[in-house]
């Protein structure tokens, strides 16, 4: 039904109101649209106008740059505080989704693995959800309530949400190249927009059935409605519905590629709908509307519901599978390897076409390089070095030979969990290698090389064979340390590069005037941690203990034929 629009409302925030008729018909001031997709952006030209969005049943005019629902302000031209934008999400939600028979409510979000706030914001992917529900689900309201497209993981009393999300964002105005998905497993619509040459799914995907099963975070279906499922990888790979399918690693890095590595998560997070705002937000520039469905392990479900989410690749290398990770410390996409022995869910974000092969075995990192690696400026141009090549991601790395022990002359750079670049970028990964908490560390190393033993790491700092005493200076690289320390003479080709460390606490220190590199240190079946540590003011290296948590650079040493 046509709703009238009371002309003070308007005049209040564009110029102020008239003593006349201060009631007019939209009929006479309100063009008509189908969804707010088709209202274009709010400029400046396009004050004031109003236009009737039929399938939400809603009037938005432009007013600051933001299409605006009118009944969110009173007639006084100040926002309506009973209506907050979280609110409307909501009854918005309700409205469209009671065409079918149901409601749906926009539940609280909040806690998830990495951060966490309480203000509800909203996701475009709500948007999609509301214009679908009004149109293509409408067979969602006669299914069987024991069909397995109905079925809600831990909650078999009530059925899946129709949408992903029932949060809006405000990045609903500005103007993308999107278009509807209905999925015909469970009659649930996605928006999908284009980005470059791909298509991608602009909401998790919430698909359960008999197929394919997935977890709502914390066993509670609104955060299913809101964020979609967490799937573990088996079922990921299996969960995209036909046209679509499990992106691979190099179609992400496609993705990241195209609209900046060093800002990807925050132009691609929704601009609401995440709780933390002591860290990077998102602008959401291309409607892609990332929203922060945090993970599961195990039993367990991560506290970043709210701040932090995953999105599964369909690439697996040695064990592991490389992930995005979208979070408010972050303001890039961070890919990672993940062990699946951990029990790992995410989030799936499905891309139009027929599936890619990936080189899984030998996918490239985003961190390393063709040709000449950056990190190969510290080595010494005096001495021949040879070189292994990591299976699992195809990194070059070069090798020197140590009194008989054949080391890695740079730092390790496979991307895992619980390993970091230097302030999280990923420049500095290329350049220094990743830093590594202990239980990464001692999973790091390729096959046919390990972490070294307290015997190698003494072999290396302590007398060399002639009885000729190494020291920390015969052992760091020649350039990259800092001028007001010693200079490095790196006689033997270690090259140590000073990447620095970072603590438990996520801050980083030390860059150019320190290293560490983890070593283990074995009491019959007890392995301790241990790193050896190079400074750029000291002519020794030091064997120490330090914390398991706090992250480290590593050294593979190849194992004994």
Avoid at 45 to 59: A, C, K, M, Q, T
Avoid at 316 to 336: C, E, K, M, R
Avoid at 349 to 374: H, L, W
Wanted: hydrophobic share 25%; charged share 25%.
């Amino acid at each position: 039904m046509r709703k009238f629009l009371a002309g003070c409302v308007f005049a209040a925030l564009l110029v102020s109101c008239s003593s006349e008729d201060d009631t007019v018909s939209s009929e006479k001031m309100t063009n008509e649209v189908e969804t707010i997709y088709e209202l274009g952006k709010c400029t400046d030209s396009r004050r004031g106008e109003v236009f009737y969005v039929s399938n939400l049943d809603e009037e938005y005019f432009c007013y600051s740059g933001k299409w605006v629902p009118v009944n969110e302000y009173d007639n006084s031209g100040k926002k309506d505080e009973s209506s907050s934008s979280s609110g409307k999400s909501s009854s918005s939600s309700e409205k469209v989704s009671s065409s079918s028979g149901k409601t749906s409510s926009s539940s609280d979000k909040n806690s998830s693995g990495e951060t966490s706030s309480s203000s509800e914001k909203a996701s475009s992917s709500s948007d999609a959800s509301e214009s679908s529900s009004s149109k293509g689900t409408e067979s969602s309201s006669s299914e069987d309530p024991n069909s397995s497209s109905s079925k809600t993981p831990e909650t078999s009393s009530s059925k899946t949400p129709e949408s992903s999300s029932s949060v809006k964002s405000s990045s609903s105005s500005k103007t993308h190249d999107s278009k509807n998905f209905v999925d015909t497993r469970d009659g649930k619509t996605y928006r999908m927009v284009t980005i470059g040459s791909q298509t991608w799914f602009a909401e998790n995907l919430n698909y359960y059935g008999d197929d394919v099963t997935g977890f709502c975070h914390s066993g509670k279906p609104e955060n299913c409605d809101k964020y979609g499922m967490l799937y573990d990888w088996d079922d990921a790979k299996k969960a995209c519905p036909s046209g679509t399918h499990l992106p691979t690693i190099e179609e992400l890095r496609k993705l990241m590629d195209f609209v900046g590595e060093d800002s990807s998560a925050v132009v691609l997070m929704a601009d609401t709908g995440w709780t933390r705002d002591d860290g990077f937000l998102g602008t959401d520039e291309y409607g892609f509307a990332m929203l922060p469905g945090s993970y599961k392990a195990g039993r367990s479900y991560g506290s970043s519901l709210g701040w932090a989410g995953q999105i599964w690749t369909a690439s697996d290398s040695a064990g592991l599978v490389f992930a995005g990770y979208f979070g408010w410390n972050l303001p890039y996409i961070s890919v990672g390897a993940y062990d699946l022995a951990d029990g790992w869910g995410m989030s799936v974000r499905c891309i139009e076409g027929e599936p890619k092969p990936s080189s899984s075995s030998s996918v490239v990192s985003s961190s390393s390089t063709t040709g000449e690696k950056s990190s190969w400026k510290f080595l010494n141009p005096a001495i021949s070095y040879g070189e292994m090549t990591d299976s699992r991601d195809g990194q070059v790395y070069k090798t020197i030979v140590v009194d008989n022990i054949t080391w890695m002359a740079e730092n390790l750079n496979f991307e895992s969990a619980n390993s970091y670049c230097y302030n999280d970028s990923s420049k500095y990964c290329a350049t220094y290698g990743r830093m590594y908490t202990w239980s990464a560390a001692l999973k790091a190393c390729p096959d046919g090389w390990h972490l070294p033993s307290y015997d190698e790491a003494y072999a290396l700092t302590g007398p060399d064979l002639n009885g000729q005493t190494k020291g920390g200076d015969k052992l760091r690289s020649m350039v990259g340390w800092n001028e007001d320390g010693r200079p490095g003479l790196d006689t033997y080709g270690f090259s140590a590069s000073p990447g620095g460390r970072r603590i438990s606490s996520g801050q980083y220190y030390a860059l150019g005037t320190e290293v560490g590199y983890w070593f283990i240190v074995e009491d019959g079946d007890i392995i301790y941690d241990w790193v050896m540590e190079f400074h750029h003011d000291s002519p020794n290296s030091m064997l120490t203990r330090e914390n398991e948590d706090w992250a480290y650079s590593v050294r593979c040493v190849k194992n004994a034929k």
